[in-house]
């Protein structure tokens, strides 16, 4: 399944526009070249409709936001609906502020997303239209415990019910469901924290995945989140004591680069939950 997922991005190549904020932009389109896509990021209103026509999906992050790519970014992503493309939407520190919070509300009520993907505070946020986090972070209050991980699997699923839309949490453990089933990937390293953009990455990914694999959102979607934890592990597995995070950045990226449906079969650490 997740090696199917992985194999049919590379030979599809599809061409991903992203909307994206301008800390990461690089970083993203790099991740896509990485994994045999082609990046495009484009976010003038004057173009964005017709850039999102010639790709095969659509990734939107609202993590530097500004009047006129918010009204770019509707206009993208209801472009992508009229066309049947998969969108991804990553509400970068929705609850951090009013304006990252209408927006990502506004955008969910205009666009319907393929996937949302964000940490459990802006998961908390979008679900109960207002919140708080810790800037683009998680607030600690929120992370998933032991003994909150089956509630925060339950509000997952209804969230996902309730927007038909993907749903993906990360965190220390990763929650992916779309509304009935749900998995917890068990993949990642604390040092996937040490660097801006991972999660930025990781959207940028999941289009790509989802939209060479159509028919199959929810595992492909699954096959990202489980390729990026892999990904860091594999970073971290050649980092020497003289190494540090913008090291791991670049062996990131690589371990993206050389990454196979083989070894993301037989590496990939997930259970339905």
């Known amino acids: 399944m997740l090696k199917e997922c992985l194999e049919n991005m590379r030979a599809r190549t599809p061409l991903i526009h992203s909307i994206t904020n301008y800390v990461t932009v690089n970083d993203c389109a790099n991740v896509l070249l990485a994994c045999g896509c082609s990046p495009v990021m484009a976010d003038d209103i004057r173009e964005v409709e017709e850039i999102t026509a010639i790709s095969n999906g659509l990734n939107i992050n609202i993590g530097t936001l500004n009047h006129s790519t ?136 999941t289009a790509a995945y989802v939209a060479a694999n159509p028919d199959n959102a929810l595992e492909a979607t699954l096959a990202a989140v489980c390729a990026m934890g892999l990904c860091g592990e594999k970073a971290h597995a050649r980092m020497s004591g003289t190494d540090g995070n913008a090291t791991f950045k670049i062996y990131l990226i690589d371990a993206i680069y050389n990454l196979y449906g083989k070894t993301l079969k037989s590496g990939a650490q997930y259970e339905i939950c």
């Open 70 to 205: 918010i009204s770019s970014m509707s206009a993208a992503g209801k472009k992508a609906n009229v066309l049947g493309l998969p969108v991804v939407l990553d509400p970068v520190g929705a609850g951090a502020s009013t304006l990252r919070t209408e927006t990502a509300l506004m955008l969910m009520n205009e666009v319907h997303f393929t996937v949302i993907k964000g940490n459990i505070s802006e998961m908390k946020t979008l679900v109960s239209g207002s919140g708080a986090t810790k800037g683009v972070d998680a607030d600690l209050a929120d992370l998933i415990t032991d003994a909150t991980r089956a509630a925060a699997v339950n509000s997952a699923k209804a969230f996902a019910r309730k927007t038909g839309a993907i749903i993906v949490i990360t965190g220390t453990v990763d929650i992916v469901t779309d509304g009935t089933t749900a998995y917890a990937v068990h993949n990642g390293h604390p040092m996937l924290s040490k660097i801006t953009g991972t999660g930025c990455m990781l959207s940028a990914m």
